[in-house]
């Protein structure tokens, strides 16, 4: 695994896998005043040698965040990302009955734009790119893209309205 770039740690912070991680400037992961809220520890994994994640600069990311790639996931500059979040850009398995002990074949890139504001609770699913200046709500479970200046949430999430 190559890391690069340093990020600023409230929480404990697990890096794992074979890939490539860079942090840019200003990244913070963990909330000062609640390191222990959702107690755990953020997990990053860049799991295949061909895996790339990419935090760009002045990021903020709340406790018990989890990203696991298998391909590619970049996270744009001024992104908010509340307690709990989880994105990830492969289904890690075969979805056919009889080979759902091999590997998904086919990770998509993630991609988060510029000042992305993402609520508590939220998965971000493979293939995904959320525009830039969107909000993604509470709760939300993000299965298909969205395009820049909206609102979205639900299971699945969906446009609520523009900004």
Known sequence: ???????????PVVLR???????????????????????SYAYIEAR????????????HINNGFSIISEKSITIEDNTLIGFNCHIIDSAFHNLQIDKRKEID?????VIIEKNVFIGNNVTILKGITIGENSVIAS????????PKNVIIAGVPANIIREL
Do not use: E, R
């Not at 295949?48 to 990021?59: D, E, L, P, R, V």
């Not at 074949?105 to 890139?109: C, F, G, R, S, T």
């Open 17 to 39: 896998g074979c890939g490539n991680i860079s942090f840019g400037d200003n990244v913070s992961i963990g909330v000062i005043n609640s390191p222990y809220f959702y107690n």
């Open 139 to 146: 709760g939300s479970v993000v299965t298909k893209s969205c």
């Open 105 to 109: 074949l086919n990770p998509q890139d």
């Open 48 to 59: 295949t040698k061909k895996s790339y994640i990419k935090f760009g600069n002045n990021i």
């Open 1 to 11: 695994m190559a890391v690069s770039g340093t990020y600023l740690s409230y929480q």
